[in-house]
């Protein structure tokens, strides 16, 4: 048997209040055998630092973001401006700043590569993560990899030259791959299978049935999302107003912190709670740990989130993983996971009204919303748990050459997945 590999994991400003995906990836690596050694650019600020194993994934990482000056020209020395001239050229001044923020980050990775023995070097970003990789597989040698979650545009320039040196490339939606074809399709790598984030399946798993809301009884709706307009947390507690103008009893749980910690966009929802008069209606928890978003949506009767666009969705994922009946977005990637009408509900972004009628429709039918949260339960459980993640990254190293083959690795389940 072939010695396993010892991948290089790189996620930016880990571990952030959206990371649990990251996080379990890791451990079903580590349990297929796989070495992880995490690094990833700063640390998060303190306000999105909210998990129960935050503090043991801090003291596994390396953080790449300091600076020095000898560092910097290592970095700079390393970098093939003749073969990036035109990259360089179109990329214009935001790809140089990139490239000088980058190239310190990128030969202290290549430092810990050589010192670690790692043998692959994995980033979980198109953004500036994916021009570190790329730096620093060029002052190694190694192969490496990107993951890219969401649409291009939202990751910065260059993506040319992050793809073009990349043994493989994810993606996590059909739609997003249809783009970046479109977009970079001649620096593609030749393999760029889709592979969705999963999640654990198995610690979301209820313990009792869930009950539908009962007639009066208050109807307990929760929403997981970072505070940020595109995610229509606004338009969500605005179709609460609506629904108690209707004479409903609603109460609305929205578990999430905006990029600052608690001093962006979390004011403005704040003064819009003052505004509508939902002091008593809608509760804003901050960012809060695994087992309570686990704890909170086997409490909900229904779980929302009213994004503007979502790539696709692990909040998503999570409640309808916990059998609860979902309302998203026709948005981005989210009716590649949600099926109007059988695994949840779709509805036009920014529409207030729109939620408010299926919030409604979904409480008034006991036995829909109980249909709804059964089939999506079946559906995540089936495609995307958090193990295919893991088992896809390794494949992938195998099948490209990035790592020999090895005996225990599956790739049978992801052959449907495959471009």
Known sequence: MAEPPNIAYLVPQFPGQTHIFFWREIKALEAMGAGVQLFSTTMPPPGLISHDWSDEAIGRTEYLGRADPLTALRGLAAVPFWRWRNDLGRGGRALWRDLLICAPAAARLARACRRRGITHIHAHSCGRAALIAALAAEMTGLPYSLTLHGPLC???????????????????????LGEIRAEIGPDLPRRVPI???????????????YQPARKDEVIRVFACGRLNIVKGHQDLMQAVSLLAERGLKVELDIAGEDDNGGNGYRRELEALLVAKGLHNRVR?????????????LHAAHIFVLASWHEPLGVAYMEAMASGVPTIGTDAGGV???????????????????????????????PALATRLGEAAQRLIEAQFHSAIGAETLLSEMAKTGAMPARHGITTAAMASRQT
Request: no cysteine; aromatic share 4%.
């Open 284 to 296: 804003l928890l901050g960012a809060i740990s695994s087992d309570q978003v686990r704890d909170r």
């Open 154 to 176: 939202d990751y910065g320039p260059g993506q040319g030259l992050k793809w073009r040196g990349a043994a493989f490339g994810l993606v996590i939606t059909r739609k997003i």
């Open 195 to 209: 592979q969705p984030m999963g999640v654990d399946t198995e610690a979301l798993r209820r313990k009792t049935p």
């Open 335 to 365: 009716p590649e996971l949600i099926t109007h009408g059988e695994t949840g509900w779709l509805v036009a972004p920014k529409s207030p009204e729109a939620l408010a009628d299926a919030i409604q429709a979904i409480v008034a039918d």
